[in-house]
């Protein structure tokens, strides 16, 4: 069974600066694909990257990137230039290629910007 | 891009009573649909995968009897809280995957539950 392992419960960043958020992850699998979700107060999940796991590119979605690391099984969030409205919840989450097969969720990091 | 309606956001129920929950994929078939719990503060814990024409398949220790996941159509999933309890007490959100080349998760709006 495949598990995803946040470290950090909580982490906080001043504004305009840069915080990175650590993900591992346990999986015999080796296609896969790898996402970093957004929790705002609203409860609304919503996909900030994603990243396929043939691909050696690191995937970027302007402020964020991702440092993709397939052999120590590492998938870390770097968000630059902070902003208030990057305060939430960030879930690591895991999914193997097919219709079938739900999302596995880390227990999540609760990231807070400071002005 | 696609979309997954939940309703409703927000229900308040008497203990024992009976709560329908709707998951629909708006511009797309979703052959299965994910049904998850959130209690606050937590992490999203999968509870079921429902998928259309046939019975759902729930996860260790989710009460198949007390939450009733119907999946008729390739657009539509619900989820029935029989006989709520305040324990039953939680936030719900349903996914429904677009399955193929480049597939993709989508996730309802979630669906506040309080029983009084």
């Known amino acids: 069974a495949q598990t995803v392992t946040q470290s950090q419960p909580e982490m906080s960043v001043q504004e305009a600066e840069t915080v990175t958020l650590s993900c591992t992850y346990d999986t015999s699998e080796s296609n896969y694909y790898l996402f970093w979700y957004k929790q705002p107060p609203s409860r609304q999940m919503i996909l900030v990257i994603r990243?396929?796991?043939?691909?050696?590119q690191n995937a970027t979605e302007n402020r964020f990137s991702v440092n993709f690391q397939k052999a120590a099984k590492s998938f870390s969030l770097k968000i630059s230039d902070s902003q208030l409205g990057d305060t939430a919840m960030y879930f690591c989450a895991f999914m193997t290629p097919s219709g079938n097969t739900p999302l596995v969720f880390g227990k999540g990091t609760r990231l807070s910007v400071i002005a | 891009g696609a979309v997954v309606s939940q309703h409703p956001s927000r229900v308040i129920c008497k203990s024992g009573t009976s709560v329908k929950i709707e998951c629909r994929s708006l511009d797309f078939q979703a052959t299965t649909m994910f049904w998850y719990r959130q209690f606050p503060k937590q992490s999203l814990m999968l509870m079921a995968t429902?998928?259309?024409?046939?019975?759902?398949?729930?996860e260790q220790g989710v009460e198949k009897d007390k939450f009733l996941i119907n999946h008729a159509s390739l657009t539509l999933s619900t989820l029935t809280v029989t006989s709520a309890h305040p324990e039953d007490s939680s936030f719900y959100i349903c996914?429904?995957?677009?399955?193929?080349?480049?597939?993709?998760?989508?996730f309802g709006s979630g669906t506040q539950l309080s029983v009084l």
């Open positions: 996914s429904a995957s677009s399955a193929g080349p480049g597939e993709k998760l989508f």
């Open positions: 429902s998928n259309e024409g046939s019975k759902a398949t729930y």
């Open positions: 990243q396929e796991a043939y691909k050696q």
